[in-house]
């Protein structure tokens, strides 16, 4: 299966303090995206990474590629309260663009 | 811009009985999905659509699940029978869906939180 792992499946961090999550996926990869899910908003899109690329940032979020290792990681960089919801990686079909597997997700909590 | 529409929120049916959902994507997206998610769980794929055609339904149990988007707008997903473990969150998406990368980011609904007993 091409489905990402994230890891770890749970993560508990005081406001302020960066969080990481890693997602692990197993073939080639067109790109990989990463989604936030919560009760209030359900799942949003929040960066893009393609497969020739590296690293990312967008505003405190920041996103590494390995594809020789086939992982990512997420940073969230000074978390808020609001930052408290599931994260999943998507990975990209190679061959079908459009198409994506999700992992299981980070479950993250900050505490204020 | 309007967002992916879903209805119903919520439905309880007992097993073997019949059940769709509806959505309604972002306009001008050409590719819709429909996911399952089960509590604790990733979004799992069931089918996609380009427009009004199949693109993947590889994971979709078709002796039970059927979907269908008509005009290349709305689409529908029905199960029937339905079975305990067809008791999910069914979610919708829509995307651009033209080969580059904005085109990827996939917009969701709402979900429709489906209890069968």
């Known amino acids: 299966s091409q489905q990402g792992e994230e890891d770890p499946q749970a993560l508990s961090i005081q406001e302020g303090e960066n969080a990481t999550m890693n997602c692990s996926y197993k073939t080639s990869i067109n790109n990989l995206q990463w989604y936030r899910q919560n009760s209030g908003r359900g799942l949003v899109h929040l960066i893009l990474?393609?497969?020739?690329?590296r690293e990312k940032h967008s505003g405190r979020l920041r996103v590494t590629l390995d594809t020789s290792k086939k992982s990512s990681s997420l940073l969230i960089t000074a978390s808020r309260a609001a930052d408290t919801a599931s994260y999943f990686c998507a990975t990209g079909d190679l061959y079908n663009f459009n198409k994506f597997y999700f992992g299981s997700g980070t479950k993250l909590n900050v505490k204020p | 811009e309007a967002g992916v529409a879903q209805s119903p929120r919520y439905k309880i049916i007992e097993k073997r009985q019949s059940v769709a959902f509806w959505c309604n994507p972002i306009s001008g997206h050409a590719t819709l999905y429909w996911y399952q998610q089960i509590l604790g769980q990733g979004p799992k794929l069931l089918i996609q659509f380009q427009n009004n055609g199949v693109v993947d339904d590889s994971q979709l149990p078709k002796d039970r699940f059927s979907a269908e988007r008509l005009k290349g707008v709305d689409s529908t997903l029905k199960i029937q029978p339905a079975k305990l473990e067809d008791s999910a969150v069914y979610l919708c998406a829509s995307s651009l869906g033209l080969g580059r990368d904005k085109s990827y980011e996939q917009y969701f609904g709402p979900g429709t939180r489906l209890t069968v007993t």
């Open positions: 990474i393609r497969s020739n690329e």
